[in-house]
């Protein structure tokens, strides 16, 4: 069943259990995309897929920027569609940029929340205050001013760099998907959430966060905070690239979660 609560377009299988997991995809990730981890999780809880309601999922052309999308204002209107669905554990699996948005709602609402499961997750990787306000500026400049024409220019300059090819793969996907100022804002928020809390963040990693980092998740490798990761309860190796996240770990999620389900 597809349904839409306000920004938030989502799919729910109703499996007929008692709990429920909410599904949080990394960027440009459709229900369709995810079928095998869906398919897998429904065998232990009725799952709610997020279709579209945050940045780097949602469509937005160069010209349209709602607030709606915020991290801050997708968390606020997901808790009142939860409470609107029957429950009686929440369990929480997100990849790449749905990874903030899962400790977000965990940093809010700690009681509501059974079990963190993230793959590949998009923690930014702190460079120092002057790289990082370099990064900064460069994302401020591709929202404001035409996002799908700087972002072509940015994947021209960076073609031929050793540590981008990433950037250049995903180039026709972000624009034909969801829009290159989606794709900033994403970006822009990652690095907001990973920089305003360090140490906040590390203790919540700690409590009932489980992570799956991929062994060929180049993105995440150029990108990312590996240490920040291995502050979490549990944090594990598994054999996939960027394109898969969850699907990826989707077996070892299942068996995390199946542990303390069943």
Not at 29 to 49: G, I, R
Not at 55 to 78: A, E, M, P, R, V
Not at 127 to 134: A, E, H
Not at 155 to 165: D, G, I, K, R, V
């Amino acid at each position: 069943m597809t349904g839409v609560f306000k920004s938030i377009t989502y799919k729910y299988t109703d499996s007929d259990k008692d709990d429920l997991v909410v599904v949080f995809p990394q960027a440009m990730q459709t229900s369709d995309d995810s079928k095998p981890v869906v398919s897998l999780l429904s065998e232990l809880a009725n799952v709610t897929f997020i279709e579209s309601g945050y940045y780097g999922i949602t469509k937005l052309d160069s010209f349209n920027h709602s607030d709606s999308y915020s991290i801050s204002n997708f968390k606020t209107n997901l808790r009142e569609l939860l409470n609107k669905i029957p429950h009686k554990k929440l369990y929480l699996v997100a990849g790449s940029v749905g990874a903030i948005h899962a400790l977000s709602f965990l940093e809010t609402y700690p009681h509501e929340v059974a079990m963190v499961a993230l793959a590949g997750p998009a923690l930014y990787r702190n460079r120092g205050r002057f790289v990082n306000n370099l990064y900064k500026l460069f994302l401020w400049i591709g929202i404001v001013l035409y996002p799908d024409k700087y972002f072509e220019v940015m994947t021209h300059l960076f073609q031929s760099h050793p540590n981008t090819p990433w950037l250049r793969k995903i180039y026709k996907s972000v624009i034909t998907k969801i829009g290159a100022k989606s794709f900033f804002l994403c970006l822009k928020e990652i690095v907001n959430f990973t920089s305003k809390n360090r140490s906040r963040l590390e203790n919540m990693l700690s409590e009932k966060v489980y992570i799956f980092l991929g062994d060929n998740d180049d993105v995440f490798n150029y990108l990312c905070d590996k240490n920040l990761c291995s502050k979490a309860k549990s944090c594990q190796s598994v054999k996939f690239d960027h394109d898969s996240t969850i699907n990826g770990a989707r077996k070892q999620i299942f068996n995390l979660l199946k542990a303390s389900i069943i």
